[in-house]
């Protein structure tokens, strides 16, 4: 993700989160952490054409990674979009030597906990009225470690179609949810420090 894809992020953050949605100043905060040796940071956007279908954020702290969101263009859903963001995520949090990933996720969305348990997320615990202003709990969930992540299922959530705007494979079509927004999301409250859950949580998005 770069900023000039932010125009069409927004467009489908407001789609998909029309009640908790990230600012533009959010995104624009998340990317100054992207770059350059001291990035704590990985955000990724699919494509289909001119048209994006998708994005996905990645944060690290003390080698701790948060699933700050994951998002995917409702015509996207079904079709796998959604685990090849999540692969992309997992990847990034193995070369930024996490030991652990976490994120958030909405308690009535039984569609995003089943795509993380696919790939060996956990429940661990609740937070209640996390996603606001619906006062609906997050579930939290932890991979131990992304590095040993299953090979048949990252083989099988491996890229296809849908690219990155820089290229490399992605896959956002199922929303996660990030936030408390649809998709399949896990979007942080505060992505500017997820050990404090923002108003979005990390629900994944979408």
């Not at 350059?36 to 955000?43: M, V």
């Not at 709990?137 to 131990?144: E, I, Y």
């Not at 590095?147 to 820089?166: D, E, G, L, R, Y």
Request: aromatic fraction near 8%; charged fraction near 20%.
């Amino acid at each position: 993700m770069r900023w000039w894809d932010l125009e069409r992020v927004m467009e489908l953050e407001e789609e998909l989160f029309p009640e908790d949605a990230w600012s533009r100043g959010m995104f624009w905060s998340e990317l100054a952490h992207a770059r350059g040796g001291d990035a704590t940071r990985h955000y990724v956007v699919a494509e289909d054409g001119p048209r994006l279908v998708g994005y996905a954020g990645l944060a690290v702290v003390d080698r701790t990674g948060d699933v700050q969101t994951i998002a995917a263009s409702r015509d996207q859903w079904g079709t796998g979009l959604g685990a090849r963001l999540l692969t992309d995520l997992l990847t990034a949090a193995t070369a930024f030597e996490c030991r652990e990933v976490l994120l958030e996720v909405r308690v009535d969305n039984a569609r995003a906990q089943r795509l993380y348990e696919r790939f060996g997320f956990e429940p661990i615990g609740i937070r209640k009225g996390y996603y606001q202003p619906g006062n609906v709990d997050a579930l939290v969930m932890r991979l131990a470690d992304p590095a040993t992540a299953s090979a048949a299922t990252v083989s099988a959530a491996t890229v296809s179609a849908a690219t990155t705007a820089n290229g490399e494979p992605g896959e956002p079509g199922e929303s996660i949810e990030p936030t408390a927004n649809t998709a399949s999301t896990a979007h942080t409250a505060n992505p500017a420090n997820p050990a404090t859950p923002s108003v979005q949580g990390t629900e994944t998005h979408g």
